[in-house]
């Protein structure tokens, strides 16, 4: 588990440096769908079920700068989550 830690804390790292505000990252190969808090970032992540040997996944990471812009998601399946935000006049 700490080598899986290890490369959500570089992701992190590298993501807060070139100052993305949000990212998707495709193969995560992460288990079942949630949410999780790293230093700079709210990640939302879908994949495929517990018994189910690594597949491909997705994780949509929001910094925290933005984070109160997210009105709402949505699991649509392992491969595709539907963010949406809140801008000035509605939703993005």
Do not use: C
Request: proline share 1%.
């Amino acid at each position: 588990m700490s080598g899986t830690a290890h490369k959500w804390q570089e992701l992190d790292s590298i993501l807060n440096f070139k100052q993305i505000k949000i990212a998707a990252i495709t193969e995560s190969q992460k288990k079942l769908k949630g949410t999780m808090q790293t230093n700079n970032y709210t990640v939302i992540y879908s994949g495929v079920n517990r018994s189910i040997w690594a597949q491909p996944g997705v994780m949509i990471w929001i910094h925290i700068s933005i984070k109160n812009t997210t009105a709402n998601y949505t699991y649509w399946s392992k491969r595709m989550i539907e963010v949406k935000l809140n801008i000035g006049r509605g939703k993005l």
